[in-house]
């Protein structure tokens, strides 16, 4: 069974900042791309970072700068490190799993929120 789990959303002002996990079971890790998407009230879900089983990374023009993501292979998480967060970044932050750039497996989804 696959499952992807998400954690460490939360609440926060503006400029500070938050660390995303999400750990994988019963995928063959090291194969798959990893990513993040967001979802915003009354918007379509979108692609805010994605790293390859190789390591390359690519951003949504909107975080660049801003976030980085990352994987440890050891121990089948990815991580999305986001900092100088803008009331804009909040939405629920779903982990995504692709094979071959297809979106394969999602996680359950964590609630950012960037407010004063």
């Known amino acids: 069974q696959v499952q992807l789990v998400e954690s460490g959303g939360g609440l926060v002002q503006p400029g500070e900042s938050l660390r995303l996990s999400c750990a994988a079971s019963?995928?063959?890790?090291?194969?798959?791309?990893m990513g993040w998407y967001r979802q915003a009230p009354g918007k379509q879900r979108e692609l805010v970072a994605r790293?390859?089983?190789?390591?390359?990374?690519r951003y949504a023009d909107s975080v660049k700068g801003r976030f980085i993501i990352s994987r440890d292979g050891s121990k089948n998480t990815v991580t999305l490190q986001m900092n100088s967060l803008k009331p804009e970044d909040t939405a629920v932050y779903y982990c995504?799993?692709?094979?071959?750039?297809?979106?394969?497996?999602w996680g359950q989804g964590t609630q950012v929120t960037v407010s004063s």
């Open positions: 995504n799993a692709d094979y071959d750039s297809t979106p394969q497996y």
């Open positions: 019963g995928i063959s890790f090291r194969t798959y791309g």
């Open positions: 790293i390859t089983s190789g390591g390359s990374t």
